[in-house]
């Protein structure tokens, strides 16, 4: 066995034994603030349905159930399976642009997490490879094109109880700023298309398009209609960038992603992590916050630019799972990264970080690579 393939080994064995660790905190940490409060009675069913995600979907005969709390102690003791919560809320139009989150506190077992009928995030897995994930606090980002500022939103809550206790059970449920996120020039979390397998045109083309799936970044691939999948995947997005931006002092930064990457900006890479082209995992990668400066001239203000992401994973969870993501000045990535833990090889301190990323700039193109 290769030392590759033990430290694999050792990393499934930590994964079952996932369930057995120590609780997340039960509280959010003062990075938080808190801007709506969603303790209080939410809409409750069991059962199952897929039209439950949906904002229209009539949930007027449902129950109403007090959040957090065990469903046991709301009327429904006894009952394991399938339930749904559904909660009607408006947020304010003063709050866009602001790095918003959903905080759902501890629930038993597995839950799904959609807001107006738009994946956001799911924890646990799902049967027939079923793993409880009773003892993590959960917190989901939530990207601004799936919210409707100044609008109703409905935010719907799969949730599976494998026994004993089940439902959303304690936490400070609300919708929550994270303030030690960098300050976006621009945010590009949100709906990107993905494209299982791996062709090179795809930097630069979608091909035929209609094969392309719209699906949430930041999240794990298998609960957007790719479960069970390994290997290669691309993720294109489309997007404006206003005229008023600096296009040469920005970084792009697109958080963790589970293995390797290989990223493309207008068609041009700017940087990689791991051994894409060899499909060779080492095991850390997956913990690697990618930061990769967009070299001069390359991004279009007051126009259309195209990001494409092409993607190996290797195994279990896949895809641009965690964020931050989007573009931000160099500056603000320095101010970020001084607060936030350093990937494994790289110096501690915010300098001595920001020397490690340059020596990793390739003269004369700029292709910054990530080992």
Known sequence: MTCASLARALLMLTLALA???APSPAQPSEEWERLIDLRGPWRFDIGDAPDRAEPEYDDGNWEALFVPARWED???????GVAWYRKRVVIPADLAGRALFLHLGRIDDIDEVYVNG???GRTGTWAPHYQTAYHVYRIYQLPADVLRFGEENV???RVYDHGLEGGILEGRIGIYENRALPRFALDLAGRWQMQPGDDPAWRNTYGDKTAWTTVTVPATWEPQ???GYDGYAWYRKRFWVPEDIDPD??????GKIDDLDETFLNGRPIGHTGAIDEARVEGHEWQIVRAYPVPPGLLRP????TLAVRVYDGMIDGGIFEGPIGLVTRREAARWMERTPPP???PSSTKGFWRWLWDRIDAPDGYHRRY
Do not use: S
Not at 249 to 254: A, E, H, I, N, S
Not at 302 to 305: L, S, W
């Open 19 to 21: 369930p057995l660790a």
């Open 74 to 80: 709301e009327g429904f003791f006894g009952y394991d």
């Open 118 to 120: 738009l994946f956001v």
């Open 155 to 157: 935010i719907a809550v």
């Open 225 to 227: 209609g790719f479960d």
């Open 249 to 254: 002092d920005l970084v792009l930064m697109l």
């Open 302 to 305: 007051g126009a259309y630019n």
């Open 344 to 346: 494994p090889d790289a």
